[in-house]
């Protein structure tokens, strides 16, 4: 079975790699009895603190297989490659390379691969309400000189 790679870490990064996205495929995800073919988490393998993020690709005609909500986090989806439907409260929204969209919590999301290829998406989660002004102005531009 396919696995995340770190590539390198430090005290205030990791760098880590699921490889080719055309490959994303080959992981399986275990769920207890539950297996998912196709996606992969890498919160985790990253360390991340704020936000969970996966990979999952979904061949022709494939869905995610079940409705689901969140109690308290919202997710950013990204479609990468491929065209489908996404579901949210029932309303269907046609989704392709590039489509991005916000789910809140509650939300009942579904996503099917309606197309002829494979299609892949990038899932952010994190927890809903807690950016606020102040944290899009958190940035801090160093003077130090870059060293490429």
């Not at 992969?40 to 936000?51: D, E, I, N, P, R």
């Not at 989806?77 to 065209?83: A, K, T, V």
């Not at 046609?94 to 197309?115: C, D, L, M, Q």
Request: hydrophobic share 35%; charged share 25%; glycine share 12%.
């Amino acid at each position: 079975m396919k696995s995340v790679e770190t590539t390198k870490t430090g005290k205030n990064f990791t760098a880590v790699s699921v490889g080719k996205l055309s490959e994303v495929k080959d992981y399986v995800l275990q769920l207890g009895d539950i297996q998912i073919p196709g996606k992969v988490f890498v919160g985790q393998a990253l360390g991340t603190t704020g936000s969970e993020l996966s990979f999952q690709t979904f061949a022709p005609g494939q869905d995610g297989g079940f409705l689901h909500t969140h109690k308290n986090h919202e997710e950013l989806y990204f479609i990468l490659r491929g065209e489908g439907l996404y579901q949210v409260d029932g309303e269907n929204i046609p989704v392709g390379e590039g489509s991005i969209i916000r789910v809140a919590p509650e939300g009942k999301r579904a996503i099917k691969n309606t197309g002829s290829e494979e299609m892949l998406m990038l899932c952010v989660q994190y927890k809903s309400n807690t950016f606020t002004a102040e944290d899009a102005t958190d940035g801090v531009i160093l003077s130090e000189e870059l060293k490429w």
